[in-house]
């Protein structure tokens, strides 16, 4: 394994679309963690998964918001209707259960104009 | 619920001198984790030193240590030798070490070394 991959590094949409994007974790990592960052702040809890079970999501998911792990493997985060507040690092993480360190992914940085 | 507090938005520091970013933290439980993440920019996040909460002993890794006050809620980071590498955006964060295990960050702090 190479780290945790997120895909794609950079996305601008337009105001209304909708957007996905993709993790994949380190292979071993059965929990999976999304983060939003916005600009010269601290990431921010999203949601988290072991396995394919979603177990937790935070009141800034609103429902415009679905992540998926189907399989327990990769994961995805839909954006419906994009708004311009939507602008955001979102970052991906994985840790096993049993182990306290997060391995990060580099991030998708999404621009809604 | 949890929080971080980084009260140091900017520091600098002279190149092959120490600095310390400050940290505190509010929490209600016995058991969890400490983290620094550093971030440079445009750049991965990285893990610098964890400290377990139930150890006294502090952490350290290289050049890098912790002052970690538990009664005090207080957990910074030493940087000794500052190199220019070390430039970046630092996170303080917290971990549950109940269920969950997500991670609570601080504001970060942007730390330029200077030559």
């Known amino acids: 394994d190479t780290g945790v991959s997120q895909d794609p590094r950079h996305k601008i949409t337009k105001r209304g679309q909708n957007v996905t994007f993709r993790c994949d974790p380190i292979s071993e990592h059965n929990r999976l963690y999304w983060y939003r960052q916005t600009l010269g702040q601290g990431p921010e809890f999203l949601t988290y998964?072991?396995?394919?079970?979603?177990?937790?999501k935070s009141r800034l998911l609103s429902d415009r918001f679905s992540a998926e792990r189907p399989k327990g493997s990769f994961s995805t985060l839909e954006i419906q209707r994009t708004e311009q507040g939507d602008s955001a690092m979102y970052l991906c993480?994985?840790?096993?259960?049993?182990?306290?360190?997060?391995?990060f992914g580099s991030g998708t940085r999404l621009t809604v104009v | 619920a949890q929080t971080v507090t980084q009260s140091q938005p900017e520091m600098s520091v002279q190149e092959a001198e120490t600095v310390t970013l400050s940290c505190t933290y509010d929490?209600?439980?016995?058991?969890?984790?400490l983290f620094w993440y550093k971030q440079p920019p445009s750049r991965q996040m990285i893990l610098v030193i964890r400290?377990?909460?139930?150890?006294?002993q502090n952490a350290t890794e290289n050049r890098f240590s912790v002052n970690f006050q538990k009664a005090a809620k207080s957990f910074s980071l030493k940087i000794s030798d500052s190199q220019l590498g070390d430039a970046a955006m630092y996170f303080c964060?917290?971990?549950?070490?109940?269920?969950?295990?997500?991670?609570?960050f601080g504001a970060g702090t942007i730390l330029r070394v200077k030559s």
């Open positions: 964060a917290y971990r549950t070490g109940s269920a969950g295990n997500k991670l609570v």
């Open positions: 998964f072991q396995n394919e079970a979603q177990l937790e």
């Open positions: 400290q377990e909460a139930y150890k006294q």
């Open positions: 929490t209600s439980e016995s058991d969890y984790y």
């Open positions: 993480a994985s840790t096993h259960q049993a182990n306290y360190g997060y391995t």
